[in-house]
């Protein structure tokens, strides 16, 4: 079955650039939209972007200007980059398998996801 | 202010039913399926129903999604000590994949 695993720094100094990596296993990078979401401490969810395999990316419109998602097939890994970090992006960082539908109505969905990565934004 | 609008907590007894509303507009849950995740204390997001009703394998049947115009609900009946933890609903809105702000549940 499909295996996720995060990798990155925990720890980031405020305006500086995160950089974290998603390992896949059990699965072709050639498949499914990639996906990001982000959790604050304590708090709810926030869908990152996803991208696929062809280079198709759609990025959420509020953080787009600050972010950069690239997928590599020999590896079997898909990265996040997001720039300009502030305390607000302090969060749990989850990458997914992005599985997507278009039969009757829309659907997409996120299983499995990775264990998370603790991000803190500190100097 | 999260775009679908969950209770913050709902609650019940072991074997209860208890049933968690997601409440959206016609952008979103109103034009395209709604995703349930559980997230456990301490544990990352698990997907519980999809395309509005939907069950991966290995999710027990005592979970239940279903929508009705820009709202969902889902279901868990025979509740177990077991299903305390957040729940999240979620869907596409025009170019983005929206959360609700998720309901704890509590087994007394």
């Known amino acids: 079955q499909v295996q996720l695993q995060e990798s990155g720094p925990g720890l980031v100094k405020p305006s500086e650039t995160l950089s974290l990596t998603c390992s896949v296993s059990?699965?072709?990078?050639?498949?499914?939209?990639w996906t990001w979401i982000r959790q604050p401490p304590g708090k709810g969810l926030e869908w990152i972007g996803y991208i696929f395999y062809n280079g198709d990316k759609i990025y959420n419109p509020s953080l787009e200007s600050r972010i950069s998602m690239s997928l590599d097939t020999s590896k079997n890994h898909f990265s996040l980059e997001l720039r300009s970090m502030t305390a607000a992006d302090t969060a749990i960082y989850y990458c997914?398998?992005?599985?997507?539908?278009?039969?009757?109505?829309?659907?997409?969905?996120?299983?499995?996801w990775g264990q998370g990565t603790l991000v803190t934004v500190s100097s | 202010q999260s775009v679908l609008t969950q209770p913050p907590s709902v609650s019940g007894t072991p074997g209860q039913r208890v049933t968690i509303s997601c409440s959206g507009g016609?952008?979103?849950?109103?034009?395209?399926?709604v995703n349930w995740y559980q997230q456990l204390p301490g544990a990352a997001p698990k997907l519980l129903i999809y395309?509005?009703?939907q069950r991966p394998s290995g999710v027990p049947d005592r979970f239940s999604g279903s929508k009705s115009g820009t709202s969902a609900s889902l279901a868990i009946s025979g509740l177990q000590s077991e299903d305390e933890g957040e729940y999240f609903c979620?869907?596409?809105?025009?170019?983005?994949?929206?959360f609700g702000g998720g309901t704890k549940l509590t087994v007394l």
């Open positions: 016609s952008s979103n849950i109103g034009s395209n399926t």
């Open positions: 979620a869907t596409w809105d025009d170019r983005l994949e929206v």
């Open positions: 395309s509005d009703n």
């Open positions: 059990g699965a072709s990078i050639r498949s499914y939209y």
């Open positions: 997914a398998t992005g599985r997507m539908s278009r039969f009757a109505s829309f659907s997409y969905w996120f299983d499995p």
